[in-house]
Each structure stands twice: as structure tokens, then as C-alpha cells.
């Protein structure tokens, strides 16, 4: 339980969409909360969306995606998905997948994480 590995990344332009996934292994995603973090080059590594254990309503989201992401998974299949519509320049980064954390909790408070996926937008 807890090894996760994350897919979909790549390099679109401004305005294009993406669908990032994550794969859990056992029961990850029925276990514990979910979550997408991003790291841009020398910037700190920080939340995107949040969504949680017991039910998927009312997910978190970081103010600068708030309306142009959406984070959703899938309990049968065992995976988190990252729809990223309206991209910008500025969602360029390295996408991580995280298991074990909550609403406003750093990076550190995180027990599991995937290797990451590269996400480039050029404007």
C-alpha cells in the first residue's frame, strides 16, 4: 500500500487541457486523503487540489487553478485523476501525486508519493 505512480503529463499551449493520473497501489485511495502538488523550478513544491478519503465532495483547490482544475478518483481502480483545462505558462511544473495528508497540510505531512509527471506550457 501506498506506492503511487503518476502518468498524462506533457507539453501543450496556452489554453490546452490535460488529464493527469495516478495509480495507487491496495487501497490508497479509499484509505487515505488524496492530493496533486506541483514543483516549478526553484520554487517550493505546493497543494493543488486536495480530495478526501471518505467522500470526493467538496474537494480543495489552490487558488490559482480554482476553476480550470479538477481533482476526481476512481475507488474501483484504484487512481486519482487531474483534469487541468485553461492552462498557463505558469502551470509548468513537476505534478506529484500524494497519499496521507489533509486540507492545508505541507508536503511533509504526506506519507506517500509518486515520482512525478512534467507538465510544460508554452505560451
Known amino acids: 500500500q501506498g506506492q503511487l505512480v503518476e502518468s498524462g503529463g506533457g507539453a501543450v499551449q496556452a489554453g490546452g487541457s490535460l488529464r493527469l493520473s495516478c495509480v495507487a497501489s491496495?487501497?490508497?485511495?479509499?484509505?487515505?486523503?488524496m492530493a496533486w502538488f506541483r514543483q516549478a523550478p526553484g520554487k517550493e513544491r505546493e497543494s493543488v487540489a486536495v480530495?478526501?478519503?471518505?467522500?470526493?465532495?467538496?474537494?480543495w483547490y489552490a487558488g490559482s487553478v480554482n476553476g480550470r482544475f479538477t481533482i476526481s478518483k476512481d475507488n474501483a481502480k484504484n487512481t486519482l485523476y487531474l483534469q487541468m483545462n485553461s492552462l498557463k505558462p505558469e502551470d509548468t511544473a513537476v505534478y506529484y501525486c500524494?497519499?496521507?495528508?489533509?486540507?492545508?497540510?505541507?508536503?511533509?505531512?504526506?506519507?506517500?508519493w509518486g515520482q512525478g509527471t512534467q507538465v510544460t506550457v508554452s505560451s
Open positions: 500524494a497519499a496521507g495528508g489533509g486540507i492545508g497540510f505541507p508536503p511533509t505531512e504526506y506519507a506517500y
Open positions: 491496495g487501497r490508497t485511495v479509499t484509505s487515505y486523503n
Open positions: 480530495i478526501r478519503w471518505r467522500t470526493a465532495a467538496n474537494p
